[in-house]
């Protein structure tokens, strides 16, 4: 019984110290406070931040569409009267069967060889679905009605058939070279 006792009074001895020395870490805290209110003064003084005004907003104006003699943008053009032809210049035969390479533009061909056949030389052309295709002078490539006129062992040439942007059409030389892909 003795130990029991001996065991609650060392208790309550060491919640009093405890309870004692909170009391008088707080004793010390509520001291004066005045050299802290004025550093917080000095230092609101020096800092003061400062936000721009918000920018002034313009309110939305609409616009109105006035063009009275002009399409409309959001319906399709009609076609226009085709240009009167210049007279003695080139022209696409528009009625004759395309060929297997005029599917495709010409940059997306290459010459990939020749052959010789019966003292006949042929261009060996490969298109973008990697089939080759003979072909030999007066056969058309291209989408711009390109008609092969020369084949040699490195090159193939066209003349292409292209319009100039004033309703007439002019021609231009071409070549595919071997090797280029």
């Known amino acids: 019984m003795q130990n029991k006792t001996k065991t609650q009074t ?9 309870a004692v020395a909170a009391c008088l870490i ?20 020096k800092y003061q931040g400062s ?12 616009y109105v569409y006035n063009a009275f003699n002009r399409r409309d943008p959001f319906t399709e053009p009609v076609a226009e009267a085709p240009v009167a032809e210049t007279a003695g210049g080139p022209q696409p035969d528009t009625q004759r069967r395309k060929e297997p390479l005029e599917f495709f533009p010409l940059d997306s061909l290459s010459m990939v060889g020749t052959m010789q056949q019966s003292g ?8 973008p679905e990697a ?9 058309h490539a291209g989408e711009n009605y390109g008609e092969i006129i020369r084949i040699s062992d490195d090159g193939i040439d ?9 309703g007439a059409w002019i021609e231009r030389e071409i070549s595919l ?5």
Not at 10 to 18: D, F, N
Not at 26 to 45: R, Y
Not at 51 to 62: H, K, M, R, S, T
Not at 131 to 139: K, L
């Open 10 to 18: 060392a208790l309550t001895l060491k919640s009093t110290s405890l």
């Open 26 to 45: 707080l004793v010390g805290c509520a001291g004066d406070m005045q050299d802290l209110n004025q550093f917080v003064e000095t230092t609101k003084g």
């Open 51 to 62: 936000v721009d005004p918000l920018p002034q907003i313009e309110p939305y104006q609409n």
């Open 120 to 127: 006949q030389v042929w261009g060996l052309i490969k298109d």
């Open 131 to 139: 089939t080759i295709h003979r072909v030999q002078p007066g056969n």
């Open 158 to 166: 066209l003349l292409e058939i292209v319009p100039d942007g004033l």
């Open 177 to 181: 070279s071997l090797g280029e892909e």
